[in-house]
């Protein structure tokens, strides 16, 4: 089905132009790669590792149990990152895009909040936050600035004072339930599916966007290389999110 395009524009033919204008039900599926543009490293890149663990290593139920210390050192360090970066054209294009069109929403495996600062509303945060934690005794959410002491390391509920864990979906945890429900119903109801700088590797995020294309969606992918999504989606983009994404928003609605 794939037409890849490498750095070509228009993108798209005159009739899928056309259907970008008027199609109300727009989803955003988004991974790391579209904030790699903010200096906010992916997963899978060399810049993902960290005193050479892998995320895989760290990002887990068991590498807390084992070494809670060593995780929260690790969330701090990412923490610390993305508190430096900013949204690039590429959030600010999707939050952009969502003013003209108030039915259009992203779905995010990001949990650096650069959507939500770019100004996107209609969000779902499907990983979590990583300004936020929770008791593992009380299940109470703190974001980090109610937490003290502020220095690295193992954080301390303040009503229980049981350790709190990071508000993450980690490998091999469940998705919240009503946050689940609510994206199937977000993929089904999709008439355009843009998948932006995922590796396609998680599979609830690859399943909503091959759901997604089945029921009918225009699947669209931006990411310069080529995923398991790839031979699924309508348009393969090759090209990085930001400077594409700005260009599709101005080719729609005449605008920087
Ligand atoms: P991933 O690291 O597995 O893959 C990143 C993808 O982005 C790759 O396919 C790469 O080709 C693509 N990419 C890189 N630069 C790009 C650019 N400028 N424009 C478009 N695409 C680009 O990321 P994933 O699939 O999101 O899975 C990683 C998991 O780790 C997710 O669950 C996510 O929660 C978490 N994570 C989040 C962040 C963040 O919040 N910013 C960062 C790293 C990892
Ligand atoms: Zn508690």
Same mark, same amino acid.
């Given at each position: ?14 009739? *899928? ?8 039900? $727009? ?50 360090? &990412? ?6 970066? *900013?949204?690039?054209?590429? #959030?600010? +294009? ?20 650069? !959507?939500?600062?770019? %100004? ?6 499907? !990983? ?10 009380? #299940?109470?959410?703190? @974001? ?22 990071? @508000?993450?979906?980690?490998? %091999? *945890?469940?998705?919240?339930? =009503?946050?689940?429900? =609510?994206?199937?119903?977000? +993929?089904?109801?999709? *008439? ?8 396609? /590797? ?11 294309? &089945?029921?009918?969606?225009? %699947? ?5 290389? $080529? ?6 989606? !309508? ?18 609605? /005449?605008?920087?």
């Amino acid at each position: 089905m794939r037409e890849s395009f490498a750095k070509m524009e228009p993108f798209f033919k005159t009739s *899928e132009w056309d259907l970008l204008r008027k199609a109300k039900n $727009v989803l955003f599926l988004t991974g790391a790669g579209i904030s790699e543009e903010s200096g906010i490293p992916t997963f899978r890149g060399d810049q993902g590792l960290w005193k050479s663990y892998r995320a895989e290593e760290l990002a887990t139920p068991e590498a807390f149990h084992k070494n809670p210390a060593l995780v929260w050192e690790w969330y701090d360090w &990412r923490r610390g990152i993305c508190s430096n970066a *900013e949204p690039n054209p590429g #959030h600010i +294009a999707i939050a952009k895009w969502e003013n003209k069109n108030p039915r259009l929403q992203v779905i995010t495996q990001n949990v650096d909040g650069l !959507h939500a600062r770019a %100004g996107s509303k209609n969000l779902s945060e499907i !990983h979590g936050n990583i300004f936020w934690a929770r008791c593992t005794n009380c #299940h109470s959410k703190f @974001h980090i600035d109610q937490i003290t002491p502020k220095r690295s390391g193992i954080k301390f509920c303040p009503n229980c004072e049981f350790i709190l864990r990071p @508000h993450i979906v980690w490998f %091999g *945890e469940s998705y919240e339930d =009503r946050i689940l429900v =609510r994206c199937w119903e977000l +993929a089904k109801q999709a *008439e355009v599916v843009f998948v932006v700088g995922t590796s396609a /590797q998680v599979s609830v995020p690859s399943s909503l966007a091959l759901s997604a294309i &089945r029921n009918g969606a225009f %699947g669209v992918e931006i990411n310069p290389s $080529v995923t398991n999504l790839s031979d699924s989606v !309508h348009v393969h983009i090759t090209d990085k999110s930001g400077p594409t994404l700005s260009k599709i928003f101005q080719t729609l609605f /005449q605008e920087e």
